[in-house]
């Protein structure tokens, strides 16, 4: 089982550094989501409401969280949130520039250490345990747990770049996780794109359209060999609905 997370983490851990001491925060550009958080989280909802649910407020959970800067959209956005995060410093900053959001110091893979739901949104945006590693044995417990963890109506979004998307490591098999996950308690799928909904300003009227249109959104970057985030969505549909392992 993966457990050096550091491995993955130091590069973005010595921008934290340079940040807390000063520097500006343009350095976490390739570590972090600075722009454009506003219209992923719109994306996400819309999603989740395409399959019959509705986070829109509530609860929000951000694995993985990084400075905190989704974290502190989604605070915006309604949502009273909270951001797990293994870097000290990047915690430290969360702390020092969100003061509404909650962050906790943890490995998002420590169940334990997690808070307890409900949750209206669990967020794992370029999470390093689901993007940098294929490692079914430690994720399926920890998504059985996360959709545990879920209100009725809410939503887990794993979302992250994959190979021949910009990315050279393994990560998540998404294909896998549906096939687990979707039940009669579980509605979603994916794979989408938010290409189109980013750049082209596309609103799907449907789950139809929205799964075609991603669908060319993710040849297209791959062809382009954009690095762009590639998203897959269980929403819960069943109220207690059993997760297979949770
Ligand atoms: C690429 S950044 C993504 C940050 C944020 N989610 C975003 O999308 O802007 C990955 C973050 O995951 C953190 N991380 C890596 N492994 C972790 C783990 N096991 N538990 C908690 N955080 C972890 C790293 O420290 C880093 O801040």
Redesign the pocket.
């Known amino acids: 089982m993966t457990q050096d997370?550091?491995g993955?983490?130091s590069k973005?851990?010595s921008e934290?550094r340079n940040v807390m001491h000063g520097q500006g925060m343009d350095r976490?550009r390739d570590?972090?989501?600075?722009i454009g958080c506003e219209e992923e989280i719109e994306f996400m909802e819309t999603i989740i409401a395409l399959h019959g649910g509705s986070a829109r407020g509530g609860r929000a959970l951000?694995?993985?969280?990084?400075?905190g800067?989704?974290t502190d959209a989604l605070q915006r956005r309604g949502y009273d949130s909270t951001g797990?995060?293994?870097?000290e410093t990047?915690v430290g900053l969360g702390l020092r520039l969100w003061p509404r959001c909650t962050f906790i110091q943890?490995?998002?893979?420590?169940i334990e250490a997690l808070p307890p739901g409900p949750f209206d949104l669990i967020?794992?945006?370029?999470?390093?345990?689901f993007?940098?590693v294929d490692d079914w044995k430690m994720q399926r417990p920890l998504i059985a747990h996360l959709l545990s963890q879920l209100r009725l109506g809410g939503g887990l979004v794993i979302?992250h770049a994959r190979v021949g998307g910009g990315m050279s490591t393994a990560s998540v098999n998404f294909q896998r996780m549906k096939r687990e996950f979707l039940n009669e308690g579980f509605r979603g799928g994916g794979v989408y794109s938010h290409f189109p909904f980013k750049h082209l300003r596309f609103r799907p009227p449907g789950l139809r359209t929205l799964g075609s249109v991603s669908r060319l959104g993710i040849l297209a970057q791959r062809i382009l060999r954009y690095r762009w985030l590639e998203f897959v969505v269980l929403v819960r549909v069943r109220a207690g609905a059993a997760t297979q392992c949770g």
């Open positions: 997370w550091w993955f983490a973005s851990e934290y976490l570590h972090n989501i600075l951000d694995l993985c969280c990084g400075a800067t989704m797990v995060e293994l870097s990047a943890a490995d998002t893979t420590d967020l794992a945006r370029e999470a390093h345990p993007s940098r979302a």
